[in-house]
């Protein structure tokens, strides 16, 4: 059993996509098991994406992830991580094959619909920073 910190980021959030991204998560089996419609401030984006601090993108990835609501939910189940990652598909949405959530909603790499945490001790690093205070069930 593993869980992933999954965001449905503002680009998705605006095309309407959280309920097609969860839909696909429960489809295939795992389960929602925190799920809340909510504004990051800059403080959290930075915390968030640190390992992204020094690229030259970054202030832009800060800027876009606080432009809008984002649907952030914690996904579990066997093998959630490397599941949700699949399911997401290339970081590049020119990349993701059709069939994955990036392959299908994107074409930008600025703006690629979703974010799954890339591994087990960027999942607990990154529910701490959006559930600390909630109940994950
Ligand atoms: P991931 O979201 O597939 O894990 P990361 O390498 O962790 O990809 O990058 C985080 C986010 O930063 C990506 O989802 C993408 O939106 C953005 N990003 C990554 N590389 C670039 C780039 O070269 N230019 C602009 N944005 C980028
Ligand atoms: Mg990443």
Redesign the pocket.
Known sequence: MQQTLVLVKPDGVRKNLIGEVVSRFEGRGLKISALKLMKISEAQAKSH?A??EG???FS??VE?ITSGPVAAMVVSGENAIKAVRGM?G??NPLDAVPGSIRGDYALS????IV??S?GEDSAAREINNFFKAEKIF
Not at 109 to 112: A, R, W, Y
């Open positions: 994406y390992e992204h690229k030259p993108f832009e990835l876009f997401m290339a970081t790499i600025g703006e690629n974010h799954g890339d």
